[in-house]
Each structure stands twice: as structure tokens, then as C-alpha cells.
């Protein structure tokens, strides 16, 4: 199918509403996430236009630029990992027999969950540390961190349930480990 997604690619949510609501949380991001790039590539052209057309100054559309592309891979990725969206090389499950196919899911899934666990983690302690020193950028804009920094844990956290769904639907048989059909 060129350029989209068929069906199998998609992690399954089967009747399962846990899975649903993650999907439809996941869904979401991912429109957020194109939003904003929408919107830096809106802040883009008008930083071209007062610069190059009205030889004018910019004081904060470069930062917001930065911020929206920063947030914006941050806030989809659950979105990707749903749609099973990022580079896959599938070579060592396609040659695994079922069984061994499904515990290489299972282990691979833990290590998953328990990364992304510790950078949101992480992530929700850093923004948290910026919003109660109300840290400032040291530009002229002088954004409060706290709001561009919230894409981490908020980033983070959504991808972690996406990956608990993933592995929750491999578990209930609702997905195939990987995605990949019994030979």
C-alpha cells in the first residue's frame, strides 16, 4: 500500500479497552506532535519573512522553533510505536520458531518498559526540578523551561503505556510477537 499503513502494522487492540484507551492516547499524541510542527514550520516562515523581507529582528520564534521540533519528536513517539513506525530489522524473530519468537517479545518488551520507566523517570524529575526553581532560557524571550521541558515525561509516559499495551497484547494473544504471523 504506498504511503500508508496496512492493517498489520498497527498494533492490534482487540476488545480489550486498556489497549483502546492507550491507542486512542497514542492516536493523539501523534496528532499533537504533527501539530507541532505544523506550527514551527508556520513560526519558520514568518522568522524568514521579518528577517530576510522586513530586515527586521527575531527574539523568539528560533527558540520556539527549537522547542515545537524537540516536543514534537518527544510527544510522537507513542504514535510511532504503535503504528510500528521506526527502523525494524526483523531478521533474528523471523528466524526464531514460534515459541522462541514469543519469549524474544517478552524480553525485548521488559527491557523496553524498563528503559523507557527509567527515563520517565528521569524525565518527569527534571521538569519537575525546573518548574519548582522556575528556571528561565537565557534568551531575550526568557521562556519558563518548565513548559517546553514537560514534553519529557509527558513524551516518556506515553510511550511507556504504549509499550505496556504492546506487551499486554502479546500476552492476551491479541498481537503476534513482533507483529509477524505463525510460518
Not at 499524541?29 to 510542527?37: E, L, N, R, V
Not at 527491557?111 to 526553581?133: N, V
Amino acid at each position: 500500500m504506498a504511503g500508508g499503513y496496512n492493517s498489520a502494522s498497527i498494533s492490534n487492540t482487540g476488545n480489550i479497552i486498556f489497549l483502546k484507551i492507550v491507542a486512542a492516547l497514542s492516536n493523539f499524541a501523534g496528532w499533537t506532535a504533527a501539530a507541532m510542527i505544523v506550527a514551527a514550520v508556520g513560526i519558520t516562515c514568518q522568522m524568514i519573512v521579518i528577517r530576510f523581507v522586513l530586515n527586521g529582528s527575531t527574539v523568539w520564534q528560533t527558540e520556539a522553533v527549537i522547542y515545537l521540533v524537540i516536543g514534537a519528536t518527544l510527544i510522537g513517539l507513542p504514535y510511532v510505536q504503535r503504528l510500528r513506525g521506526h527502523v525494524n530489522v526483523d531478521l533474528i524473530p523471523l528466524a526464531l520458531p514460534p515459541r522462541l519468537r514469543f519469549l524474544l517479545a517478552i524480553l525485548t518488551s521488559c527491557l523496553s518498559i524498563i528503559i523507557i520507566g527509567i527515563m520517565f523517570f528521569y524525565g518527569f524529575d527534571y521538569w519537575h526540578f525546573a518548574w519548582e526553581r522556575g528556571w528561565r532560557s537565557d534568551t531575550v524571550w526568557g521562556v519558563r523551561l518548565w513548559i517546553p521541558y514537560l514534553a519529557l515525561p509527558t513524551g516518556f509516559g506515553l510511550l511507556l503505556l504504549q509499550l505496556i499495551a504492546d506487551f499486554v497484547a502479546v500476552l492476551t494473544g491479541v498481537d503476534k510477537p513482533f507483529g509477524l504471523e505463525d510460518n
